[in-house]
């Protein structure tokens, strides 16, 4: 019992510790800075993020890295398959994609994913389509796209 008295607080110690209140106005709280993602980093050493700020106009033709199976699989052919914009064309994917991620760029194809209709019970709707392109890149060179 001895050794849990030393650890209680007695009626004196709790009035002298006591302090006037402290006003809102006076108090100052600090927002807590939020972390970044973790950037994905491509063979030249850029990150994504960092990439993305420096130019503006080719990140707005790149929307998202297409991950699928069969895309990962084309990865190990040198070979990457990005979500583009509809207006997108075959120079503006390989200027965009050399310039953010630092790699050469050998071939762009395009493709053209249409609309497909979609039903549940009697309503019927239309999936999204979107365009995507595959870049080839010249050998050696490597993007890493997390899934």
Do not use: W
Request: overall charge positive.
């Amino acid at each position: 019992m001895a050794i849990l008295d030393v650890f209680k607080k007695s009626d004196k110690d709790e009035k002298d510790e006591e302090k006037e209140p402290v006003k809102k106005d006076e108090v100052k709280v600090e927002k807590p800075v939020k972390e970044e993602k973790a950037a994905k980093t491509a063979k030249g050493g850029k990150k994504y993020s960092e990439a993305k700020e420096l130019s503006e106009g080719a990140a707005m033709f790149l929307s998202a890295p297409h991950v699928t199976e069969k895309a990962i699989n084309m990865g190990q052919q040198n070979k990457y398959i990005f979500k583009v914009s509809p207006d997108a064309n075959k120079s503006e994917v390989k200027k965009a994609v050399a310039e953010l991620y630092g790699v050469k760029v050998m071939d762009v194809n395009v493709v053209n994913i249409p609309r497909k209709k979609k039903r549940v019970g009697m309503r019927e709707g239309f999936k999204p389509g979107f365009k995507k392109a595959v870049v080839t890149l010249a050998e050696g060179d490597k993007i890493e796209v997390g899934i």
